[in-house]
């Protein structure tokens, strides 16, 4: 009965054996066929066996132990096979055409089994051994760095900070411990930023891979050189007219047999020759849209003989037309990923008071700013995250000067060299304002006595262009 079943199981290895070379199976030992299965996405597993050429293999047993069936892998693979002896039990499968590490790791997941290749020797046991001896390995290794004599490495950086570096690999702050740590529990790391350097105290093999993650991070960063252009254009036009008007006299009154004189005017004052002041009509010309310039007048007086009665007109007018362009171009360059900020303006004074009374001078600016923090891509582009304000000194109020403000903030992605707009403000203005006598204003001819009009027509436009442009990079690196 023994002799038996061990040619049943010779029968089987022998089977599988020709299947594997391709030789094929007798009609005899063929199995029905089945339908083949459509096809599926390619697991990772799959995708690197083929990108590896590894050669497909077809398994189709039947409750064989699973120890033959890791011998039919070694025969195909040319592998040395090394399995311990909880490596037991009986599987099922059929497979075809699977690139062999697919196929075994399929196999050893239906097991609860896990391999490890070391060169060419392949150990199989079940993944609760594996993460044992793992877990005595760390162990042990962990043991041996207590005891294990440290070493000493000392580098020269030449292009980063070598105090910035010594926080990143001790975890971000130094003296810290947390999980962005690279050197071990013993190890430590000196920064010396007169001469750039740093002194690291660890273990040989934490040594290797920091010397290996230093040369990573020593290297040249590129800069990027971004010019604004803020564009300003500003086109008006004013127009005022207007008029004051005034009219006095004296005329005697007599009231209880005395003899008295009543002023008619636009006030109660007297001058000393009788003449009463004022103006019955002020509607002076306005400023036309600016602040520049005072309107110009023409006035006329009329007195009698007697200097009791009087007429004064005075007539004012201004025509302001005027356009303008104004265009600034601050440029500034800033490694990549780096803020840089540049500016240009006035800082106006204001005079401030506390609770206590006492008074003080603050000042705030109004300038020109540049902010920008530039990202090189890898297809070359440049990502900006700028922020640009114009500010300009406005007009003055009886709590100081007003600031004119203009601010863009936002977030672009332009090719190397190329120019975007970011932003545009259009403004137009045209007003028409008028100030008269009821009744008196609306006299065809005579009106314009007792009226003013101010006309102010404007048109602004605000544009602010970006170019970035990737800058080559500088020479070559200083030697250690």
């Not at 975890?171 to 690291?200: C, D, H, K, Y």
């Not at 171009?329 to 009374?357: F, H, N």
Request: aromatic share 4%.
């Amino acid at each position: 009965m023994k002799s038996m079943t061990s040619s049943v199981v010779i029968w089987r290895t022998c089977m599988g054996v020709m299947a594997l070379m391709g030789c094929g199976l007798p009609s005899w030992a063929q199995t029905q066929p089945q339908p083949q299965p459509q096809p599926q996405t390619v697991a990772p597993v799959l995708e690197a066996s083929v990108s590896h050429g590894f050669k497909p293999i077809s398994l189709n047993f039947q409750n064989i132990d699973i120890r033959t069936l890791l011998q039919v892998f070694a025969d195909f693979t040319g592998l040395n096979l090394v399995a311990t002896d909880s490596v037991s039990g009986a599987v099922t499968v059929r497979l075809t055409d699977v690139p062999w590490p697919q196929a075994l790791q399929i196999v050893l997941q239906s097991k609860g089994l896990a391999s490890r290749q070391d060169g060419r020797v392949l150990w199989v046991a079940p993944q609760e051994e594996w993460a044992l001896r793992e877990k005595k390995q760390l162990d042990a290794q962990a043991a041996l760095e207590a005891v294990s004599p440290l070493q000493m490495l000392t580098m020269r950086l030449q292009y980063a900070r070598a105090g910035e570096v010594a926080q990143r690999l001790q975890g971000g702050v130094a003296g810290s411990s947390g999980a962005g740590r690279w050197l071990s529990s013993r190890g430590s790391v000196m920064a010396e930023p007169r001469t750039n350097q740093l002194f690291i105290s660890d273990l040989p093999a934490r040594l290797a891979d920091v010397q290996k993650l230093l040369a990573q991070l020593d290297v040249p960063v590129r800069q990027v050189l971004i010019e604004a252009r803020i564009v300003e254009a500003d086109d008006q036009f004013g127009q005022s007219l207007g008029v004051r008007l005034g009219t006095g006299m004296q005329v005697p009154l007599r009231m209880n047999n005395r003899a008295n004189t009543l002023a008619l005017g636009a006030s109660n004052a007297v001058t000393a020759a009788g003449v009463v002041t004022g103006n019955q009509v002020n509607f002076p010309a306005g400023s036309a849209g600016q602040t520049l310039n005072t309107p110009a007048s023409f006035a006329v007086s009329l007195f009698n003989a007697a200097a009791d009665r009087f007429i004064n007109v005075e007539i004012s007018a201004l025509e302001a037309d005027g356009r303008g362009t104004v265009v600034s171009r601050p440029r500034v360059v800033t490694a990549d990923q780096t803020k840089a900020l540049i500016e240009q303006g006035t800082e106006l004074p204001y005079q401030t008071a506390s609770a206590s009374g006492a008074t003080s001078i603050t000042f705030r600016k109004a300038n020109l700013k540049l902010e920008v923090t530039p990202q090189i891509t890898p297809d070359g582009s440049v990502v900006l995250e700028v922020d640009v304000n114009r500010d300009s000194v406005g007009q003055i109020t009886p709590a100081g000067y007003a600031i004119n403000t203009k601010h863009v903030k936002t977030q672009v992605r332009v090719e190397d060299g190329g120019t975007v707009v970011l932003g545009g403000i259009y403004e137009e203005t045209d007003r028409n304002n008028e100030a008269k006598v009821p009744g008196l204003g609306d006299v065809p001819g005579l009106g314009w006595l007792f009226k003013n009009r101010d006309q102010a027509q404007r048109k602004s436009e605000l544009l602010i262009f970006l170019t970035p442009r990737v800058m080559a990079d500088g020479p070559a690196a200083m030697p250690p």
